[in-house]
């Protein structure tokens, strides 16, 4: 039982690169989640998903794009990175708006 | 802007004082809940109160939740160098969005 997964958990991107960020998880939650954390600013929603093949906007979702393919992996996508999106991102899951498990984080650097 | 806002937003005392952190929201929620985060690592859940509960215990953890007031506190009581952490409260929002969303969080130092 692994909780949640992220990959990778470090990255280096030029600017205007793409890359998709990974998360599983094995715990059959409908709810997944994609935050951002920025120094001094707490955790800042990105997207959203309520269960399989839906996914919605969280309070940053600006140049990110997101899947929800399969129940227990939520993609999140930057299509053209910006030094803008350097920050450490974290996959959550959970059932319903109820205790939330966190993975471990992935940081990206965006030169 | 920001669900929760949590004050304040540093904090250092002794081993074996009390912490207190306040937590304010801003829409009606289901529940409010508080999350630890070791530096550098992933969030871990501490406690979660629903919005019909005043307060609620677990080991040196109390959370309060006033709904009329849209707030919350945590209180850490007889602190350990080890609860050195930040920690986060998170609500969701049963009017808009159904995600939980964080505030900004509270640095909390324990000296040993």
């Known amino acids: 039982n692994a909780g949640v997964t992220q990959t990778p958990k470090f990255r280096v991107l030029k600017t205007g690169q793409s890359m998709t960020l990974l998360c599983a998880q094995d715990?059959?939650?409908?709810?997944m989640y994609w935050y951002r954390q920025d120094p001094g600013m707490g955790l800042r929603l990105i997207h959203y998903?309520?269960?399989?093949?839906?996914?919605a906007k969280g309070e940053v979702p600006d140049g990110y794009n997101v899947s929800r393919l399969k129940k227990q992996n939520f993609l999140l996508g930057l299509e053209s990175a910006a030094p803008s999106q350097t920050s450490v991102y974290f996959c959550?899951?959970?059932?319903?708006?109820?205790?939330?498990?966190f993975g471990q984080g992935t940081r990206l650097t965006v030169v | 802007s920001q669900q929760g806002e949590e004050d304040p937003q540093a904090l250092s005392i002794q081993e074996g004082e009390n912490a207190t952190m306040n937590c304010s929201y801003k829409?009606?929620?289901?529940?409010l809940q508080w999350y630890r985060q070791n530096s550098g690592r992933g969030l871990v859940h501490l406690i979660l109160?629903?919005?019909?509960?005043r307060e609620k215990h677990s080991g040196r953890l109390r959370v309060t939740l006033d709904t009329s007031k849209k707030s919350s506190s945590l209180l850490i009581t007889a602190s350990r160098a080890a609860d050195t952490a930040s920690y986060f409260c998170?609500?969701?929002?049963?009017?808009?969005?159904?995600?939980?969303?964080f505030g900004s969080g509270t640095r909390l130092q324990v000296q040993p």
């Open positions: 998170a609500t969701d929002d049963i009017t808009g969005r159904r995600a939980l969303t």
């Open positions: 715990m059959n939650h409908e709810y």
């Open positions: 959550a899951s959970s059932h319903g708006v109820s205790e939330a498990f």
């Open positions: 829409t009606s929620i289901n529940n």
């Open positions: 998903s309520v269960g399989e093949g839906t996914t």
């Open positions: 109160i629903r919005s019909n509960e």
